[in-house]
C-alpha cells in the first residue's frame, strides 16, 4: 500500500541551531503535504503545507520544499526555539483517492 | 472560529467492556475523520465521513468499531468488545471538503484497556 517514511525519528539540537526533517512518499499522485506539530497532550496542529504545483514555501522561521521527481519533502526550522520542542508529522494527500498518509513522526528537541 | 471538540478526554475500561468517543467538528466542515494514534506512531485513518456518508472505512475492524454521523455534523465512535490493542489516542478531526483541504484535529481522547 501506500506509505509515508520520516526520518529522523528522533531529533536533538540546539537553541537557536537548524533543524531538518524529510519525507518520502510512494504515491506518485499525491498532490497536497502538509507538517503537523503535536505537543503533549494535544492533538496535531498545522504549521505549513506545500502543493504539488509549488516548490518551496516560507513562513518565518518555518520553510518546506518539495521535490515531485524524488518524491521528497523537508520541512526546515531555523533558529529554534525551545517551545519548538514536540512530535512533528509529515502527511502526503492524493485528490484521487481522498487519503492522507502520515509519516511515523520525528521527536524534535531544542536544548537551551 | 471554535476548533474540533471531542469528549471525554481520557477513558478507561476493562477488556471486553464496550466505550464510546464523540466529536463536534468545526462549523461548516463536510469532511470528518476518526484517526487512531498508538503511542510513537502517526496517526492511523479508522473512518472517514463526507456529510453523513461512508467515504473510507477500509481500515475499520468491523467486527468490533462502529461510527456514525447521522446527521451530517456530530459524530460517534464506539468500541464493543475492547481489546488490550486498543489502547490508543482517537483523534477526531474535520476540513472543508474532500479536495486537498488541511484537516483540523481535535485534541483526543486517551483510551486506556485494562
Known amino acids: 500500500g501506500e506509505n509515508v517514511e520520516q526520518h529522523p525519528s528522533t531529533l536533538s539540537v540546539q537553541e537557536g541551531d537548524s533543524a531538518v526533517i524529510k519525507c518520502t512518499y510512494s504515491d506518485s499522485a499525491s498532490n497536497y503535504f502538509p507538517w503537523y506539530k503535536q505537543e503533549l497532550g494535544k492533538g496535531p496542529q498545522l504549521i505549513i503545507d506545500i502543493r504539488s504545483n509549488v516548490g518551496e514555501k516560507k513562513d518565518q522561521r518555518i520553510a518546506v520544499t518539495l521535490n515531485k521527481t524524488a518524491k521528497h519533502f523537508s520541512l526546515h526550522i531555523t533558529e529554534t526555539q525551545p517551545e519548538d520542542s514536540a512530535v512533528y508529522f509529515c502527511a502526503a494527500f492524493t485528490s484521487g483517492t481522498y487519503k492522507y498518509i502520515f509519516g511515523t513522526g520525528t521527536r524534535l528537541k531544542v536544548l537551551a | 472560529e471554535a476548533g474540533v471538540a471531542q469528549s471525554p478526554r481520557y477513558k478507561i475500561i476493562e477488556k471486553r467492556q464496550s466505550v464510546a468517543f464523540w466529536c463536534n467538528p468545526i462549523s461548516g466542515h463536510a469532511t470528518l475523520y476518526w484517526y487512531q494514534q498508538i503511542l510513537g506512531q502517526g496517526p492511523k485513518l479508522l473512518i472517514q465521513?463526507?456529510?453523513?456518508?461512508?467515504?473510507?472505512d477500509s481500515q475499520l475492524p468491523k467486527d468490533r468499531f462502529s461510527a456514525e454521523r447521522l446527521k451530517g455534523v456530530d459524530s460517534t465512535l464506539k468500541i464493543q468488545p475492547a481489546k488490550l490493542e486498543d489502547s490508543a489516542v482517537y483523534l477526531c478531526?474535520?476540513?472543508?471538503?474532500?479536495?486537498?483541504?488541511?484537516?483540523?484535529f481535535g485534541n483526543g481522547t486517551r483510551l486506556t484497556v485494562t
Open positions: 478531526a474535520s476540513s472543508l471538503g474532500l479536495r486537498d483541504s488541511p484537516l483540523h
Open positions: 465521513f463526507q456529510n453523513n456518508g461512508v467515504v473510507d
